[in-house]
Nanobody
Framework: VQLQASGGGKVQPDSSLRLSCTASGLSVVDYGIGWFRQAPGKEREGVSCITAKDGSKYYADSVKGRFTISRDVGKNTVYLQIDSLKPKDTAVYYC??????????????????????WGRGTLVTVSS
């Protein structure tokens, strides 16, 4: 199983980025997919997830309105659109797969302990 996160980079405040998480060895219709981030010196934080069977979406309160999760089942890829980027969004962003994320997923507000597979992460730096 591999989860490949990509799309990070160094951007200016108020910019947008779209992160991608492409899965191999598992299907996004069989696993919930979550996005997490970890800023330097801070605990890993779950920001959003999408369920496997019905594509329900969940967001942490801290990112609602600026982050949008979506998926392309044909490409086996989950996206995280981040708008109005702020310096506090600077972090390594990881995607992960949750076996029990069929109709409910647990990323927001969690550190991802229940997730089964993790990608390597993509760095997002927001700075002027």
């Amino acid at each position: 199983v591999q989860l490949q996160a990509s799309g990070g980079g160094k951007v200016q405040p108020d910019s947008s980025l779209r992160l991608s998480c492409t899965a191999s060895g598992l299907s996004v219709v069989d696993y919930g997919i979550g996005w997490f981030r970890q800023a330097p010196g801070k605990e890993r934080e779950g920001v959003s997830c999408i369920t496997a069977k019905d594509g329900s979406k969940y967001y942490a309160d801290s990112v609602k309105g600026r982050f949008t999760i979506s998926r392309d089942v044909g490409k086996n890829t989950v996206y995280l659109q981040i708008d109005s980027l702020k310096p506090k969004d600077t972090a390594v962003y990881y995607c992960a797969a949750e076996r029990f994320g069929l109709y409910y997923c647990t990323a927001p507000g969690s550190t991802g302990r229940g997730y089964d597979y993790w990608g390597r992460g993509t760095l997002v730096t927001v700075s002027s």
